[in-house]
């Protein structure tokens, strides 16, 4: 009986002090964010059936998805739905640009809750726009995630496409909040026209992301820098290397499975993946510690 309430005495003596370090404890949570660039489609049709891409990200394991040329199944949201559902998980939130009329939609997978969701018109290009989503990140803070898909044909458009995005980006997103952008923007070099339009809201300088290799290109061949993931200064400044097994890329990961030493930590990556036939992009992978 006597080591019964001295135990429930030193109980009430440490409950006060539980309760005092746990708000402690929670000023220094931190939330790890992956986010990936995706024009990942696959086979004859720019479609995801194929499986390469997916089998891609659930390597890689993302909590933001920016995903291109988003064609699942027959079209349909059912089919939607069970995709990223097998893919990254039932709780898991999508949002891809209406379809009608477009063939190459873009779209927005997170792990995070989607606050509010639309697109912005592409005027250069009639089979997609941009779509965005604003997610609720722990903390109560707010991050614009951008997927967009730039003109493959004129460097012309794809400036004209840039100005517009930075402006939607100046007159519609609060400047408290937190901005991403990324996806296929079928650049020919770095210093195109478009990505200096761009520049005047993201961050576009060099350093930029390597595969294992060093290679910084993201086209099928390895030759042009086809896609690219930006953020706002906010987010740029808690940006962390990308650690994948041993390796570690201090400026963001080209992920190319022929060039991976050990596939090991990205089952159920295969080795030929990121050259099936019809896969054209290879997905940029960036790591943020939000605190």
């Not at 000023?27 to 024009?39: C, F, G, M, Q």
């Not at 949201?77 to 097998?86: D, S, Y």
């Not at 250069?124 to 967009?148: C, M, T, Y």
């Not at 026209?193 to 290799?213: F, G, H, M, R, W």
Request: charged letters at 20%; aromatic letters at 6%; proline letters at 6%.
């Amino acid at each position: 009986m006597h080591s019964l309430r001295g135990s429930a005495f030193l109980a009430t003596l440490l409950i006060p002090l539980v309760c005092a370090l746990a708000p402690v404890a929670a000023l220094h949570a931190e939330t790890h964010v992956r986010i990936v660039t995706a024009n990942l489609t696959s086979g004859n049709h720019q479609d995801y059936s194929p499986g390469h891409g997916a089998r891609i990200l659930q390597g890689l394991k993302p909590d933001i998805v920016l995903i291109q040329e988003f064609n699942i199944g027959d079209g349909s949201e059912t089919a939607l739905r069970q995709w990223v559902n097998q893919t990254f998980g039932q709780d898991f939130h999508v949002w891809r640009e209406e379809q009608t009329g477009k063939g190459l939609p873009n779209g927005i997978i997170s792990r995070f809750p989607i606050i509010s969701k639309g697109e912005w018109k592409d005027s250069e290009i009639s089979n997609r726009d941009f779509a965005w989503a604003q997610l609720g990140l722990p903390g109560n803070r707010k991050l614009w995630a951008i997927s967009v898909h730039l003109s493959h044909e004129d460097k012309k458009k794809r400036a004209a496409e840039a100005a517009s995005l930075a402006k939607h980006i100046q007159d519609e997103i609060p400047a408290e909040d937190l901005v991403v952008l990324g996806g296929d923007f079928n650049t020919k070099g770095r210093r195109e026209t478009c990505i200096q339009n761009l520049s005047k809201v993201l961050e576009t300088a060099a350093p930029y992301p390597v595969d294992d290799s060093g290679n910084e290109t993201s086209n099928e061949v390895r030759k042009q820098p086809y896609d690219w993931l930006l953020a706002d200064k906010d987010l740029q400044a808690l940006m962390v290397p990308v650690k994948v097994g041993e390796q570690k890329f201090a400026h963001g990961w080209v992920f190319d499975s022929h060039v991976v030493p050990d596939l090991t930590p990205l089952a159920p990556v295969q080795a030929d993946d990121s050259h099936a036939k019809g896969m054209q992009h290879l997905p940029i992978i960036k790591d943020f510690v939000l605190p």
